[in-house]
């Protein structure tokens, strides 16, 4: 019983000097007093780095409910609605451990209304909508966009890129796989060529990151697509773009495994097994969707 006296009085005079502590400070003391991967430690780190300079360096007597309401508000102008979801329960597991530790009376997040958001609807975008999103890009971004709309690859693989997977001579790009998903050479369209070669003219390091900042530390896969939501009269997703390459290539494509293997699907029956695309019969699909492209965004 003395002893969880004394623990209790030891937590409130750590709570009555906690209050004016800074955000920052605070989450210095969460990561040290954390015992998690290398790995794990990077991503948390870089998600509250995000959180601080998003809401600021603040006491913590000021992340009151109304504040942390108001920074998720905006942070939803910028995430998809399952994304900005997950995010407000990452922060609210976050805060658990402040007030747990008695850096704060209690977590402010808990007062936050969070409504689950519906369930998303994948969709094919439209030529004139793809061609809006070509043109809002800027020469930061257009890599990353035409990987998704032209290559169809999904933000992890993007992440994954480096110099030797990009072929410029055969106009080729090495996917690594991800989330089960197949190894796979998908063929560069025109228009996604020229802007690769103009990328990688002058880096030479073989293991030198595609998606990357100047630095060359990673960069936040989602940004691109958060440029672009700023830009267009419509609401997208970076999934989206990956549904409207695989509509579009079904579209031409002679045959369904063509398609499969160009997304990373695997085969799902035995017959679909044995049935392997040429390297001609996917460029011959790639060129065929990216002429009804032009096609259809010049008549849009």
């Given at each position: 019983?003395e002893?969880?006296?004394?623990?209790?009085?030891?937590?409130?005079q750590?709570?009555?000097?906690?209050?004016?502590?800074?955000?920052?400070?605070?989450?210095?003391?969460?990561?040290?007093?954390?015992?998690?991967?290398?790995?794990?430690?990077?991503?948390?780190?870089?998600?509250?780095?995000?959180?601080?300079?998003?809401?600021?360096?603040?006491?913590?007597?000021?992340?009151?409910?109304?504040?942390?309401?108001?920074?998720?508000?905006?942070?939803?102008?910028?995430?998809?609605?399952?994304?900005?979801?997950?995010?407000?329960?990452?922060?609210?597991?976050?805060?658990?451990?402040?007030?747990?530790?008695?850096?704060?009376?209690?977590?402010?997040?808990?007062?936050?209304?969070?409504?689950?958001?519906?369930?998303?609807?994948?969709?094919?975008?439209?030529?004139?909508?793809?061609?809006?999103?070509?043109?809002?890009?800027?020469?930061?971004i257009?890599?990353?966009?035409?990987?998704?709309?032209?290559?169809?690859?999904?933000?992890?693989e993007?992440?994954?890129?480096?110099?030797?997977?990009?072929?410029?001579q055969?106009?080729?790009?090495?996917?690594?796989?991800?989330?089960?998903?197949?190894?796979?050479?998908?063929?560069?369209?025109?228009?996604?060529?020229?802007?690769?070669?103009?990328?990688?003219?002058?880096?030479?390091?073989?293991?030198?990151?595609?998606?990357?900042?100047?630095?060359?530390?990673?960069?936040?896969?989602?940004?691109?697509?958060?440029?672009?939501?700023l830009?267009?009269?419509?609401?997208?997703?970076?999934h989206?773009?990956?549904?409207?390459?695989?509509?579009?290539?079904?579209?031409?494509?002679?045959?369904?495994?063509?398609?499969?293997?160009?997304?990373?699907?695997h085969?799902?029956?035995?017959?679909?097994?044995?049935?392997?695309?040429?390297?001609?019969?996917?460029?011959?699909?790639?060129?065929a969707?990216?002429?009804?492209?032009?096609?259809?965004?010049?008549?849009?």
């Amino acid at each position: 019983m003395e002893a969880e006296v004394r623990k209790q009085r030891t937590a409130m005079q750590g709570l009555r000097h906690s209050p004016d502590m800074k955000l920052a400070e605070a989450i210095n003391e969460y990561l040290d007093a954390r015992v998690i991967s290398q790995g794990t430690r990077q991503r948390e780190t870089q998600a509250l780095n995000t959180f601080v300079r998003g809401i600021g360096n603040k006491r913590l007597a000021d992340l009151t409910p109304r504040a942390l309401a108001e920074y998720i508000e905006r942070r939803k102008l910028l995430l998809a609605p399952w994304t900005s979801y997950r995010e407000t329960l990452w922060l609210r597991s976050r805060f658990q451990w402040f007030a747990e530790q008695w850096y704060i009376p209690a977590n402010p997040v808990e007062l936050v209304k969070v409504r689950v958001p519906h369930e998303t609807r994948r969709r094919a975008l439209s030529y004139d909508e793809t061609r809006q999103l070509c043109a809002a890009a800027s020469s930061r971004i257009i890599v990353r966009y035409l990987l998704a709309q032209d290559a169809g690859l999904a933000l992890q693989e993007m992440s994954n890129l480096r110099r030797r997977h990009i072929d410029l001579q055969e106009k080729m790009i090495e996917v690594l796989p991800i989330k089960g998903r197949a190894h796979r050479a998908v063929p560069m369209t025109e228009r996604l060529h020229r802007e690769l070669a103009h990328r990688l003219a002058e880096v030479t390091d073989p293991d030198a990151k595609l998606v990357a900042t100047r630095k060359e530390n990673p960069r936040d896969p989602h940004s691109f697509v958060r440029h672009l939501r700023l830009r267009v009269p419509f609401t997208f997703t970076a999934h989206d773009l990956r549904h409207t390459f695989s509509t579009r290539l079904a579209a031409v494509a002679q045959r369904q495994r063509i398609v499969q293997y160009l997304m990373g699907h695997h085969p799902r029956t035995p017959t679909e097994k044995y049935d392997h695309p040429s390297l001609q019969d996917c460029r011959a699909a790639i060129a065929a969707m990216d002429a009804a492209r032009r096609k259809g965004e010049q008549s849009a």
